[in-house]
């Protein structure tokens, strides 16, 4: 199988070891896939009987042809060991008749960001191998707070990868500065920013654009990567558990093989939708996709209008990983909904006037498969309340956005088809916004939030959460902007 750039008519075509080492392709598109592979009854019935990491080096093997099966078996065995998914990678929890959660947040930080993260690291180391690079990847990562923490999980101590990352010093929770901060791992390190996340993310775009800085980089043997989210390295690995959680639904006997399933996603970059929809096409009997949004809700009215329009107030909300108006991944639907110039068009009028819309045909397309809703703070906070009062269900903030989308979808189309959640954080990540949901009151400030949620709840704080207060700090220097470059040639 090869890739090539969603803005390249003339499909230049790329191995995906080259994608996953490159990242973004030259011309600013994003690399899919040149088809769809397929997946047939039979072969869903045999996963139906395999553990996650033999399920995911099956589907992985479909997708990175040019990574043996032995590989990818070895690497999702490491990735989703039991020591960093005590719970299993991706469990499905039954949470009423006809709602499921896909609980994605049992990895080493909490987040489904590891889905992701804790596999594509050691894609990447042998993408080295395969493109026959000599040097050492530095990955370069700005982060606002889940991200960043998700990536040195990820690459921590693993070969030939070295991992920086620049967090804003008052931007982030103090349970993810401290998550930051105690980050073992002997090829990692970690800087706070004086400034806020912009300033970050411009100093890590500015090294990335230093012609000077790569030279001298390359002259130490290292060049520059990033862990970007539109890598198809961290796709590939999400559209594994839609497949997984269609072949556990068969085992649980909730449903008959052919029955089709609706999803709901809590989607901020559109990566994680993107993937259920991938899995729908490679025959995976998927039915719709209901794209759930905060009050940041550019999706609900371009899924609703046919019109993407960033130009809009932003909203800061207690799904902050939702909190995004350029939905990056969008850009991969728009091509198989049309074409590369097509997509081309709509992307450059997305970077000089904030907004395209696309055609009728094209909108007809997308909602075949597609619809969104959003929800509000105050339908966030009722929904966990209402979700773990009476089905005692505890939902972090993200996954309440997507729980109560499903109830908005359930109740206008009420096709009683049953429907997978994406649960993508666990409770405890957002402790302070989880408690004071339930209990009506303030919790406790920083790590205290999450003993008063356990008190509450009569749950245990998530593992990887746990004593946090109690680690070894690592990290703590704190410098300016400007002083990034050089803090990347201490590194190396
Ligand atoms: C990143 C993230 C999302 C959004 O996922 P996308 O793939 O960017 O749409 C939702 N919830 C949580 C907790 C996340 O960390």
Redesign the pocket.
Known sequence: MKYYSTRDPKQTKFDSAQVIKQGLATDGGLFVPDEIPSITEEEIKKLCDMTYPERAAYVLAKFLTDYTVDELLEDCKAAYAKTSFPEGAAPLKKVTDSIFSLELWHGPTA???DMALQIMPRLLSRALVKTGEDNTALILVATSG??GKAALEGYKDIDRIKIMVFYPVDGVSKVQKLQMATQAGNNVNVCAIRGNFDDAQTGVKTIFSDTTAKEKLLENSYILSSAN?INWGRLAPQIVYYVSAYCDLLNAKEIEYGETVNVC?????????LAAFIAKNMGVPLNKFVCASNANNVLTDFLETGTYDRNRKFHLTM?P??D?LI?S?LERLLYFSSDADTTAEYMAELSHNGKYTVSDAIKAKISENFCGYFADEEETSATIRKYFNEYEYLA?T?TSVALACAEKFITKNGDGKKMIVAS??SPY?FAADVYGSIAGKSASEGTGALDDLSALTNTEITLPLRDLDKKEIRFTKVIDSSEMLNEVYNFM
């Open positions: 987040a489904f960001k889940d991200t989210s996603v809590p989607t901020g970059n559109f990566g994680n939708i799904s990983s939702m995004i939905s991944n972090d993200h993508t954080a990540k």
